[in-house]
């Protein structure tokens, strides 16, 4: 009975042991250690900035994260619930609302507060809550067509048109010259991206009455819903989702497709990942509106400060450090990442890329999201009814009421929060 | 009432208690806490303040109800169910007996070959299937093609998804109920089958006559885990369609993740688990009760 009597220095020396085992990665050397979560194309190239920092702070020490895009939002939220979220992350520009709305971030410093300098105003408008920054724009990204010049040209086009007719006609062209099995245009139908861009370029908002009702049953809306569902309709996008096509630079080679919807992370890829015989016939170009060169949504990273971390002065040390231009404008070389701060497009590494131009005109014409917290599921539910109506479930009419209905009951608690002062 | 009975029963209680604190700490107040959860809007507002939940009652039910997607995944689920379980013991009973069979040689190896889907991680096999069943470049429409028949989109129909994702299932558990119904045969009395086979009975009525009724109350409780199991299906269908396509693949307890880790509102999910867990248990009593109608006194 009394083989295994634990004393107090065996328990203590217990504790110590599974303490230095949990810590075991931080090995104590007396450097500040920063927990730094990154998302996919981000966290596999920032590891390539990082010494320069280390060098230039050699009492810091950053660890990168890295975490899929695919879950990066809910293991966000994760973390904040189970207390568990590093000192500072990559942050989607559109949950900026969101976390703010939880508490969870870190307003900028006064002393940061010149970082928020030299930024593009759509992005910055976005990380502005309640008069106050919560971010610090990292990258700036918007989407675009990356397409297949040779296969255009085949199809008798020199480029790619600017409204939607004109569009959907080069579509057709496309489909007749790429050849049996294959399409003009890759819609996943599980990503919202493409569809929301097409709505934002209409007149009406998506959002109404202080963001807190649905307005997909807009006429604007309900074209872009049309539209895009004409595309499935008359067979010039494949009715498949993203896990379905399970290499997207394969069969953009093979001209699977022509016109591939993506930001600039692309341009990495695409140099990377496509054959030498395919690089010279691609390229990007703007997105084609309703009526002329159309919208589309400022898209890109912030870098945040969570409220939770001890160690914020080293975090804003690091996002300093990421926010100087020449960083970025480096950045931008390795990722294809875009600056956010406008001087880092003065480097001749990014102003004399010939892929970076078409997306300069697309942020011009960027129309900013709504800011409530809501919207990533907001815009997964448009995507799902979206999806509904591809098949046939829904008229674009019915299913831009269907969208309201459910983000109207999204919407309830925002609503009541409003009522009751404790939201914006 | 003697003053020895009541120390014995101290005693007994004594001897009891850490098991029922213990059934009590991690059984009873998680549940009764998730029952009350359940009948609030706990979302990421109520997260970041207290101050914002509210007592909303049986709204949160009231609205799984009126919710076509909740409905969804529960015909997608019972789909599952009432495919799977008969597939997987149909399959598990036939490999078992298979093995069982005197004339089977190199058994051991059978044994693991038939085992090891089991234990192999279920994420890296879902991306193998995932492969498998790719519409262009699978093996699987390679070998329909190769014999003259079309091609099947596994994913990415709404029409197919299901039993696509069944057949990965059934691979992935059968060897598991294969370990016991292989168990259960060889304690079978070989002079059953000798008697049997004896009085004329040929292979198919020596399985109706003997092995069944042998084998009877090991085959309730695999149907029983079973349709627990196939009740809360999840991972396959996340790794391999995250749902898709069309919400084809979701099933309750994939709902349920989705509203309670994707979107954190952990009041109408743990509604959600509350009817799941009312369905399972439905379930279950009728399959015992079916049972002792069947078959007597098995259980």
């Known amino acids: 009975m009394t083989d295994f009597a634990p004393d107090r220095r065996t328990a203590l020396g217990l504790l110590a042991g599974a303490g230095a085992a949990l810590s075991g990665c931080g090995r104590n050397d007396g450097r500040t250690v920063l927990q730094f979560w990154a998302m996919g194309n981000e966290a596999t190239n920032v590891g390539q900035i990082l010494p320069e920092f280390e060098r230039r702070n050699p009492d810091i020490r950053v660890v990168v994260q890295a975490q899929p895009w695919t879950s990066a939002h809910q293991k966000l939220l994760t973390a904040y619930a189970g207390a568990s979220l590093p000192d500072l992350s990559q942050v989607g520009n559109t949950w900026i609302g969101e976390l703010t709305a939880i508490g969870a971030l870190s307003p900028v410093p006064a002393e940061a507060a010149d970082l928020q300098t030299d930024q593009f105003g759509a992005v910055l408008g976005t990380m502005m809550i309640d008069g106050k920054a919560m971010a610090t724009p990292w990258y700036v990204d918007t989407r675009l067509l990356f397409y297949r010049s040779d296969i255009l040209a085949k199809a008798g086009y020199d480029a790619v048109p600017q409204d939607w007719a004109e569009w959907k006609k080069s579509m057709h062209a496309i489909k007749r010259a790429a050849g049996e099995g294959n399409y003009a245009i890759l819609l996943p139908v599980n990503e919202f991206e493409q569809l929301q861009t097409l709505g934002l370029q209409g007149d009406d908002a998506l959002l109404r009455d202080n963001e807190t009702r649905g307005n997909f049953a807009s006429p604007s809306f309900v074209e872009a819903l049309a539209f895009y569902k004409s595309l499935f309709d008359e067979g010039l996008a494949p009715l498949a989702s993203s896990t379905q096509i399970s290499n997207v630079w394969t069969e953009f080679g093979r001209g699977y497709f022509s016109y591939y919807f993506s930001g600039p992370w692309t341009i990495g890829d695409m140099k990377a990942k496509l054959q030498p015989a395919i690089q010279p016939h691609w390229t990007t170009a703007g997105v084609p509106g309703p009526r002329g060169p159309g919208a589309s949504a400022p898209g890109g990273s912030s870098l945040a400060v969570f409220k939770s971390s001890d160690k914020q002065a080293a975090a804003w040390k690091l996002i300093r450090y990421l926010s100087e231009p020449e960083v970025q404008a480096r950045f931008n070389v390795i990722t294809g990442d875009l600056p956010a701060r406008q001087s880092g497009w003065n480097a001749p590494q990014v102003a004399n890329d010939p892929y970076i131009a078409a997306f300069k005109g697309q942020l011009s014409r960027a129309k900013p999201l709504p800011k409530a917290p809501e919207w990533e599921r907001i815009s997964a539910e448009m995507q799902i009814v979206a999806e509904r109506m591809v098949r046939g479930e829904f008229t674009p009419a019915a299913a831009g009421r269907e969208i309201n209905r459910r983000v109207d009951r999204l919407l309830e608690k925002r609503r009541w929060m409003i009522e009751q002062g404790r939201a914006v | ?299």
């Open chain 2, 1 to 299: 009432m003697s003053s020895t009975v009541t120390a014995r029963e101290r005693a007994a209680w004594g001897f009891v208690a850490p098991a029922l604190i213990a059934i009590a700490v991690f059984f009873a107040v998680p549940v009764i806490a998730a029952l009350l959860l359940s009948l609030t809007d706990f979302d990421i507002y109520a997260l970041a303040d207290l101050k914002n939940l509210r007592f909303v009652g049986l709204q949160n039910y009231e609205r799984l109800l009126t919710n076509p997607l909740f409905w969804g995944a529960m015909k997608n689920t019972l789909w599952f169910s009432v495919l799977g379980v008969p597939l997987a013991i149909a399959a598990s009973l036939f490999a078992a007996v298979i093995l069982n069979a005197r004339t089977v040689r190199w058994r051991p190896i059978w044994r693991v070959v038939f085992f090891a889907p089991y234990v192999t991680t279920l994420v890296a096999t879902a991306v193998l299937w995932n492969y498998m069943l790719h519409t262009k470049y699978g093996v699987i429409n390679w070998i329909l093609t190769s014999v003259g028949l079309p091609a099947v989109d596994w994913l990415g129909s709404p029409a197919t998804s299901v039993p696509a994702i069944l057949m990965f299932v059934v691979w992935k558990i059968f060897g598991y109920n294969m370990l016991i119904f292989l168990a259960v045969l060889q304690t079978v009395p070989d002079d059953l089958y000798e008697a049997a086979r004896i009085d004329g009975a040929g292979p198919w009525k020596q399985f109706r006559h003997v092995t069944l009724p042998a084998i009877a109350p090991t085959l309730l409780l695999v149907s029983i885990i079973s349709v627990a199991g196939f009740f809360q299906l999840f991972a396959e269908p996340y790794v391999m369609t995250q749902g898709g396509p069309a919400q084809s693949t979701v099933t309750v307890l994939y709902f349920m993740y989705e509203e309670g880790f994707k979107w954190w509102n952990l009041g109408s999910a743990s509604a959600v688990a509350f009817i799941l867990f009312l369905c399972i248990f439905a379930v279950t009593m009728v399959q015992l009760w079916a049972s002792r109608k069947l078959g007597g006194d098995h259980t």
